[in-house]
């Protein structure tokens, strides 16, 4: 999300924020279809579909409330993806079994209004029910999936508002489930990047995303 959104930013300056989003999303589903694909094997069905039912209810809520704003409100949104992406790991000492289910919605809410570093809150919600280490990768198998359901409710939120482009989002759902094939099978096999080097790319994405806001702004 950090390096497509300002990319539709500049390609289609006269969209809306939610057509922005919601097109984004559209190969944000591909993508995960084919992550899920790669992965089904592992995947805790009955227990991912319990734990979004009101990450699912908040997601809906989220893409309503974005559907036709403008895109000067992309500037602080991308703010707070920014600050949501870094703490989002140290925030998930406070879920505990009485928080979690409102964790839940709060991370569908902020599924639907942006989503990026989404994968981050979801595999620190997940984590209550997996906290063995060993379970790192089982969990983000997980969160792939409850993903794939988040991201559903919002493509169908959006498409209900009239926010999918068809020219946009065809062409990025195409590359999208190769890509989500692909990630999946690196994610099964434990291929990462270091720590390092995922922390400079992702700061390399968040400068991207914030400058392209708001020059836009």
């Given at each position: 999300m950090f390096f497509s959104v300002p990319l539709l930013q500049w390609l289609f300056p006269g969209i809306t924020f939610g057509a922005i989003v919601g097109n984004v999303k559209v190969g944000s589903l591909f993508r995960a279809i084919g992550s899920t694909y790669?992965?089904?094997?592992h995947v805790e069905y009955r227990r991912g579909l319990g734990i979004s039912l009101l990450a699912f209810v908040g997601t809906v809520v989220g893409a309503i409330l974005i559907s036709h704003l403008d895109q000067s409100w992309l500037l602080p949104a991308t703010v707070l993806a920014v600050v949501v992406a870094e703490f989002a790991p140290r925030a998930s000492r406070f879920i505990t079994g009485r928080t979690f289910h409102l964790a839940s919605?709060?991370?569908?809410?902020?599924?639907?209004?942006?989503g990026a570093g989404i994968g981050i809150l979801l595999v620190a919600l997940l984590r209550l029910k997996h906290p063995a280490d060993a379970d790192i990768a089982h969990v983000k198998v997980q969160a792939r999936f409850v993903e794939l359901i988040l991201t559903v409710s919002a493509v169908a939120t959006h498409w209900w508002a009239g926010n999918l482009i068809a020219a946009i989002w065809l062409?990025?759902?195409a590359g999208s489930i190769v890509g989500g094939i692909a990630g999946g099978m690196l994610l099964k096999r434990m291929m990462y990047l270091s720590g390092v080097a995922q922390k400079i790319v992702l700061r390399i994405a968040y400068?991207?995303?914030?400058?392209?806001?708001?020059v836009r702004f």
């Open positions: 790669s992965t089904h094997e919605f709060v991370t569908g809410l902020y599924a639907g209004t942006f062409p990025w759902a400068a991207v995303a914030i400058l392209t806001a708001a």
